[in-house]
């Protein structure tokens, strides 16, 4: 991880959201669905497709251009545009395509590391950052742990000695 510059963030089940991007995407895309679902709410993994193609359609600010764009380095076509036929793009060599490709993923990298930096400043703003060491002692809140089960000395017993493991 250190060598790609990436670090770890731990998250649990109840609170699985470790940055403000991934929560952000799952409001976009939860609102989007909320609009065209039936009334009865059961319809929503049908819809999930197409509200991703929506999504990763759309010019997203954070890196300047859609998803798609910065993936594939083009926008791919839609249902519309299977219907409404559009003039054909011209065929172009496969080095001027890697050409663009770089230059679009160069743009991505600088817009989401600006892009993140931002977030990162007004997310640390009002909150202490905890880092635990192999071995640290740390407190549990076990109202999500199925642990009655275990009966108050198993539950004693597999909670007193808690300390970090993962390095």
């Known amino acids: 991880m250190e060598i790609q510059g990436t670090a770890l963030h731990i998250s649990t089940a109840f609170k699985p959201f470790t940055d403000g991007q991934s929560k952000v995407t799952n409001k976009v895309l939860a609102e989007y669905l909320r609009h065209f679902i039936d009334p009865h709410h059961n319809n929503w993994d049908e819809l ?8 990763n359609s759309r010019n997203h600010e ?23 036929p559009t003039s054909t793009p011209p065929q172009r060599p496969a080095s001027t395509f890697i050409e663009h490709q770089q230059a679009i993923l160069g743009q991505a ?40 089960h275990l009966g108050t000395d198993g539950a004693r017993n597999l909670l007193q000695d808690l300390s970090v493991l993962i390095a």
């Open 62 to 84: 954070s890196i300047g251009m859609s998803p798609f764009m910065a993936d594939l380095g083009y926008e791919p076509h839609s249902v519309a545009d299977c219907i409404i």
């Open 109 to 148: 990298r600088d817009a989401i590391a600006a892009a993140q930096t931002n977030w990162q400043k007004n997310h640390d703003k009002n909150r202490p950052h905890a880092t635990y060491k192999v071995g640290d002692d740390v407190l549990l809140n076990t109202r999500n742990l199925d642990i009655d």
């Open 48 to 55: 999930l497709p197409l509200a991703e193609f929506a999504y």
